[in-house]
């Protein structure tokens, strides 16, 4: 596999003190990349960074072998797709709409959408499950669909790169299964490469090929889930005492959490 994201001795600050120290990591193409930590630990700031929201202070990162400083906006964001932990709309746009937002950087600065960019966004509706409802309002969807609506614009720009902030943060556990299904399908089916954010360690632990580990603005440890998703990870950079077993399921790494009086 090659590398499609390269990330060499990354700081990043806000004010004084610095939100990122020193990370270092590649992504391969086609990789599902889960990033986890504590509240605080740089996640979201990390992936504002792999979308060049965000500029580093020191340090470099590389996408598809350029440096991100030197891409254009535009170009990004016809490589790199987002999507958002809490999409707000102040405008009752239909799902439509919103999903051919996502052809804004293959327009011209005042063209509109033709046919390419309809059937574009049809298929990545249908892709999505969302088809069926694009002409209903974006604000009376549910929770996980209108994740899915999100999804389905993400796709509607042809990213190489699908980056995305809690996709599953505020959703039941159907809809976090759902949505988390829908992300793997897109990995595997069209060989997007994808980096998900979340506080969901099992999830996590079920779904991504790695794991990337942050505490404290720093990479404590990147792997399998076996390698990243231990007692000892878990109570060094979370401070919780958990148990950690194998899902019988799927042998991936299960984590449950105790009481203080647990043993």
């Not at 120290?21 to 391969?28: L, N, R």
């Not at 102040?90 to 959408?113: D, I, K, T, Y």
Request: one cysteine or more.
């Amino acid at each position: 596999m090659s590398k499609i994201y390269e990330l060499n001795e990354v700081w990043f600050r806000y004010y004084r003190d610095w939100i990122l120290k020193d990370i270092s990591f590649q992504v391969e193409k086609g990789e599902l990349l889960g990033i986890i930590g504590p509240n605080g630990s740089g996640k979201t700031t990390l992936l504002r960074i792999l979308d060049r929201i965000l500029i580093p202070q020191r340090g470099k990162v590389i996408v598809d072998c350029l440096d991100l400083r030197g891409i254009r906006r535009r170009e990004i964001a016809q490589m790199v797709a987002v999507v958002p932990q809490e999409p707000q709309f102040s405008f009752p746009f239909s799902v439509l709409e919103v999903v051919l937002m996502g052809r804004a950087p293959h327009l011209r600065s005042v063209g509109f959408e033709g046919k390419k960019d309809y059937s574009i966004a049809r298929r990545a509706m249908e892709l999505t499950d969302t088809w069926r409802f694009s002409a209903r309002s974006i604000t009376e969807l549910s929770g996980g669909e209108r994740q899915r609506v999100m999804i389905a614009r993400a796709l509607t720009q042809e990213p190489e790169i699908l980056l995305l902030d809690e996709p599953t943060s505020h959703l039941d556990i159907n809809h976090q299964v759902e949505i988390m299904d829908l992300v793997r399908d897109l990995n595997t089916s069209r060989g997007l490469t994808v980096i998900v954010v979340s506080h969901d360690i099992n999830l996590s632990a079920e779904y991504c090929d790695r794991i990337v580990m942050l505490s404290e603005g720093e990479v404590h440890q990147i792997g399998g889930a076996g390698e990243v998703i231990t007692a000892r990870n878990l109570q060094d950079v979370y401070g919780a005492k958990v148990l950690v077993d194998t899902n019988p399921a799927s042998s991936a790494p299960r984590v449950t959490l105790l009481s203080r009086e647990g043993l």
